[in-house]
């Protein structure tokens, strides 16, 4: 019965979420870090950063890890249908969200969606990269090393897989 309750509180978590994950799965890691680490304890810190390293890996798109997070907690069923809860909602908004932009492109109201959610995206992306650190046991050198990356690429047209190699580095030596 307690399984039920955990995967009832995942998959319902989840599913709100895709409703705020403007900017994918990476948007909400903080508040999926909260629930399944800390709250929960379902798995460690370093077990969700390991499982959302694995994703970026693996061929395809992001928001595996949302089935990986769920294949931990309760098994390959609870892995889909987590999937399938942090999807669905969200797709179902974003097709009548484009059915009304495409009926209402160039509006004032448009823009100011569109400008309005940028910021939020990026603030989003920012405190997911910080809880990922953090539940990886980074230190300073680490932060330093995300931030400098960070500002590098915001500024300059350095290809991403140099800012990869020296966090690795950076990652190896400290």
Known sequence: MEFLAD???????????????VGG??????DIFRLVVTERGWITGTEFATLVALSQAAPGPNVLVIALIGQRVGGATL????????????????WFAARAHFRAAGTRLTRALR?????????LVLASGFILATGAG?????????????????VTRLHPLWLIVAGAVVGALA
């Open 138 to 154: 980074a230190h300073g050198w680490i932060y330093a090393t995300a931030m400098v990356s960070t500002v590098l690429a915001s």
């Open 79 to 94: 892995g889909v249908a987590a999937l399938v809860a942090f999807c669905l909602p969200s797709s179902v908004i974003a």
């Open 115 to 123: 400008n309005g959610f940028a910021p939020v995206t990026v603030g």
């Open 7 to 21: 995967a009832g509180t995942l998959l319902a978590h989840l599913a709100l979420l895709s409703l705020v994950s």
């Open 25 to 30: 799965a990476h948007a909400v890691f903080p």
